[in-house]
């Protein structure tokens, strides 16, 4: 019953580096899409955020991109600190059904 | 303002038996959600409240799982009777009148069933 593919599963990357997350859905009526992230023993916490109308969003060192006709969608994270470290979802949903599915998460781990 | 609160924060059961989580949203908050999060896995919704009417409860199992928010504030999840399969964290979040997408999670319990 998987309606948003994530990958990769896992990524590590150097301090200072990029960090670069992906997902992709199947539901066209899906029009909101999130990104959580989850520090261990903790509930997932809402990052960032974007609607279908524009095809980027920005939030400090996060980044949204958002291809429609292709229906994917990526978090950039820039300048990765180890502080960053945690597992992100992404996740999709019709705006006011709320019927949120989630990705299969990726565990981010920053190397100082 | 104080997050959502859930206990217990762990739970150790033997199969067959009967569990229950309770969790207190947000004040203010119409919409309550009950999550199953499996281990490597993401959230998956379970049951959706609206105040305390049911919105969504189509991935609930409904022969062993159940869940009430009497009175729009606070909600039980309970499972009876529990299954192996059922371990996992269960996560409450809640959101305001006018945002229903921005979703504020517990910190969830988690369930072992032995």
């Known amino acids: 019953q998987q309606q948003v593919k994530q990958s990769p599963q896992s990524l590590i990357v150097q301090k200072g580096g990029i960090s670069i997350i992906n997902c992709a859905y199947e539901n066209t009526a899906f029009d909101y899409f999130p990104w959580y992230q989850q520090f261990p023993g903790k509930g997932p916490a809402l990052l960032i955020a974007i609607r279908p109308d524009v095809s980027e969003k920005k939030e400090g060192r996060f980044t949204i991109s958002f291809n429609k006709s292709a229906k994917q969608f990526s978090l950039h994270i820039m300048d990765s600190q180890p502080g960053d470290s945690a597992t992100y979802f992404c996740?999709?949903?019709?705006?006011?059904?709320?019927?949120?599915?989630f990705g299969a998460g990726t565990r981010l781990t920053v190397k100082p | 303002e104080a997050g959502v609160a859930q206990s217990p924060r762990y739970k150790i059961i033997e199969k067959r038996q009967s569990v229950a989580f309770w969790c207190n949203p947000i004040s203010g908050h119409a919409t309550l959600y009950w999550y199953q999060q499996i281990l490597g896995q993401g959230p998956k919704l379970l049951i959706q409240f609206q105040n305390n009417g049911v919105v969504d409860d189509s991935q609930l199992p409904k022969d062993r799982f159940s869940a009430e928010r009497l009175k729009g504030v606070d909600s039980t999840l309970k499972i009876q009777p529990a299954k192996l399969e059922d371990s996992a964290v269960y996560l409450c979040?809640?959101?305001?009148?006018?945002?229903?997408?921005?979703?504020?999670f517990g910190p969830g319990t988690r369930l072992t069933v032995l």
């Open positions: 996740a999709a949903s019709t705006y006011n059904n709320n019927d949120m599915r």
């Open positions: 979040a809640s959101s305001p009148v006018g945002s229903v997408s921005t979703q504020y």
